[in-house]
């Protein structure tokens, strides 16, 4: 058995449980996070079992040292003072901090403040707006393929901006012009062998729905455009009229579209 300094302060499961020596650490520890130093003492690190801090100063890795002897973390330091601070006495970060310092929580692994961070906001709204997003699976897919074809229409005109034509419907109601659409029922009651009559798909770069949800067209455009402008990418859109195909006897296809224009500078 291998009796360390630190023995006492360890998780049970890990107190020198075998004969393999442990790297010993001394009580105050100089940390070099990506070139910013910070000082913490050694059960900070391993506040929670499980945490990678708390795996890397278990005494079982290897950490690498800088010039001056500061254990290293090759991981940038402007939010580890944010987990420091959390794994010191359960302090929150300031709100602008949340999203960043929730990434590094990942990275960290850290549980405890991965799950008070999600009932914060904006952390807690993305999550409400998450759920509503889950009910379509393609939306990142052709969230990434707006981009790719704004990228590739804007080069080739070597224009500043690019136009999409972009469907956005909640349900299918395709009408005929003499049937007032049932507005307010959430599927247009047909049968399966019906429905394939007036399966379609309109004439545009992009097509979004059906689901069945209360948020509405509107919503998924406000998540359209703000998913954009979260990755810089600047978008309009304006309703430009319906879909006219037609379908079956008098039916026609009436799904809404939008046009995009996405000014890349
Ligand atoms: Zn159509």
């Not at 254990?71 to 970060?93: C, K, Q, S, T, V």
């Not at 904006?122 to 997003?133: D, H, N, S, Y």
Request: proline residues 5%; charged residues 25%; hydrophobic residues 40%.
């Amino acid at each position: 058995m291998v009796t360390t300094a630190f023995c006492s302060d360890m998780p049970s499961h890990l107190v020198c449980a075998s004969g393999a020596p442990r790297l010993e650490f001394p009580e105050v520890i100089s940390l070099n996070v990506g070139g910013t130093y910070f000082t913490t003492r050694l059960s900070t690190l391993r506040r929670y079992e499980d945490t990678m801090l708390a795996a890397m100063f278990s005494g079982r890795h290897h950490i690498p040292r800088d010039a001056e002897g500061r254990f290293f973390i090759d991981r940038d330091g402007a939010y580890f003072r944010d987990i420091l601070n959390f794994l010191r006495e359960g302090e929150l970060p300031q709100r602008d901090h949340v999203m960043a310092v929730h990434r590094e929580a990942l990275y960290y692994a850290i549980g405890p403040l991965l799950d008070s961070l999600e009932d914060t906001q904006p952390l807690t709204g993305e999550k409400v707006r998450q759920a509503f997003l889950d009910l379509l699976p393609y939306y990142k897919d052709n969230l990434e393929r707006i981009v790719e074809i704004a990228k590739l229409r804007a080069m080739q005109r070597k224009a500043r901006f690019a136009k999409l034509k972009i469907c956005v419907y909640k349900e299918e109601m395709p009408i005929t012009p003499y049937e007032r659409p049932l507005f307010n029922s959430l599927r247009f009651e047909r049968t399966a062998s019906e429905a394939k009559l007036f399966e379609h798909h309109c004439e545009v770069d992009v097509s979004f729905g059906p689901w069945e949800a209360v948020a509405d067209v509107y919503d998924l455009l406000h998540c359209i455009v703000s998913d954009l402008a979260e990755r810089g990418i600047t978008a309009d859109q304006q309703c430009i009229g319906v879909c006219d195909k037609h379908l079956i006897n008098h039916y026609y296809c009436k799904r809404p579209i939008y046009e995009f224009k996405i000014t890349w500078w």
